[in-house]
Nanobody, 124 residues
């Protein structure tokens, strides 16, 4: 089982990026994105249950980021618009083959599988 994240890069403030995370080996019921900025703790960004039965976002990205998934490709996406310098971080995809209740979606210990991370740098 492997999660492969990609799509990071350098973008100016106000720009957009789309991250992808391909799951190989199995299909996961719950998939999410976390991020970790230099010198900071890992922070939850967003989670999607099944094919969108439930979606949740951190307040810091609500209205700017959109999570989605393509079940046929076993891929989850994170469309990031109106990027800010404070969005600079390594972004990790995470997965669990079970439901996670909404109140626990932001807990990293609820996820069983993690990708290697992709770096997003937003310049001011």
């Amino acid at each position: 089982v492997q999660l492969q994240a990609s799509g990071g890069g350098l973008v100016q403030a106000g720009g957009s990026l789309r991250l992808s995370c391909v799951a190989s080996g199995r299909t996961f019921y719950t998939m999410g994105w976390f991020r970790q900025a230099p010198g900071k703790e890992r922070e939850w960004v967003s989670t999607i249950i099944s094919s969108g039965a439930r979606i949740s976002y951190a307040d810091s990205v609500k209205g700017r980021f959109t999570i989605s998934r393509d079940s046929a490709k076993n891929t989850v996406y994170l469309q990031m618009n109106s990027l800010k310098p404070e969005d600079t971080a390594v972004y990790y995809c995470a997965a669990k083959n079970a439901h996670i209740i909404m109140s626990a979606m932001n807990r990293a210990d609820m996820y069983d599988y993690w990708g290697q991370g992709t770096l997003v740098t937003v310049s001011s």
